[in-house]
T-cell receptor, first 111, second 115 residues
Framework: GQQLNQSPQSMFIQEGEDVSMNCTSS?????WLWYKQDPGEGPVLLIA?????ELTSNGRLTAQFGITRKDSFLNISASIPSDVGIYFC???????????FGTGTRLKVLA | EAGVVQSPRYKIIEKKQPVAFWCNPI?????LYWYLQNLGQGPELLIR????????DSQLPKDRFSAERLKGVDSTLKIQPAELGDSAVYLC?????????????FGNGTRLTVT
């Protein structure tokens, strides 16, 4: 099935470092979502974006809706061990409630 | 509010056997999704319901998969017969869609192993 491209695929960082990841699409989206998934659990919503250029924060997390409407970015500041997990982006095609997910970015934090 | 509830959490069956998964969405959510998640990949949509109507089932392998959402609340996803390649996590999600697309809320999934 169709999936969005996420980059990087995986990251190993030191505790306290900042993290950046992105998601790109060939289609224009009207909504971008960012999720975190821990092993054995379902994805948990982190941030929702609804407007091109929108910048939204949730604690140490900040996400942006790209101005082309074909990409989105997630930043995590001052990472901590519990940030470990897989981060997924998801986009909704304009005019539908259908969400397409990215391939995921696996984050590992070294204490 | 209670989250999306899925059962069972784990299921191990032999190939060619039938299997069914159940999902209870968040109360009041009108839209329900079934996603398939293979190991190391993102979720892929199988079917989407708006109330009791399946509005997008283009990715559902209809020769062996079926789904229903009676009364627009709970939903079941069935596979008959199961194949080895069906081993994956089956995720259910729900949302309340009114206009602007609303975020999905996921259950913890059912991990299916076909031997």
């Amino acid at each position: 099935g169709q999936q969005l491209n996420q980059s990087p695929q995986s990251m190993f960082i030191q505790e306290g470092e900042d993290v950046s990841m992105n998601c790109t699409s060939s289609s224009i989206f009207n909504t971008w979502l960012w999720y975190k998934q821990d092993p054995g659990e379902g994805p948990v919503l982190l941030i929702a974006l609804y407007k091109a250029g929108e910048l939204t924060s949730n604690g140490r997390l900040t996400a942006q809706f790209g101005i082309t409407r074909k990409d989105s970015f997630l930043n995590i500041s001052a990472s901590i061990p519990s940030d470990v997990g897989i981060y997924f982006c998801a986009g909704s095609v304009s005019g539908t409630y259908k969400y397409i997910f990215g391939t995921g970015t696996r984050l590992k934090v070294l204490a | 509010e209670a989250g999306v509830v899925q059962s069972p959490r784990y299921k191990i069956i032999e190939k060619k056997q039938p299997v069914a998964f159940w999902c209870n969405p968040i109360s009041g959510h009108n839209t329900l999704y079934w996603y398939l998640q293979n190991l190391g990949q993102g979720p892929e949509l199988l079917i989407r319901y708006e109330n009791e109507e399946a509005v997008d089932d283009s990715q559902l392998p209809k020769d062996r998969f079926s789904a229903e959402r009676l009364k627009g609340v709970d939903s079941t996803l069935k596979i008959q017969p199961a194949e080895l390649g069906d081993s994956a996590v089956y995720l259910c999600a729900s949302s309340f869609q009114t206009g602007r697309p609303a975020p999905l809320h996921f259950g913890n999934g059912t991990r299916l192993t076909v031997t």
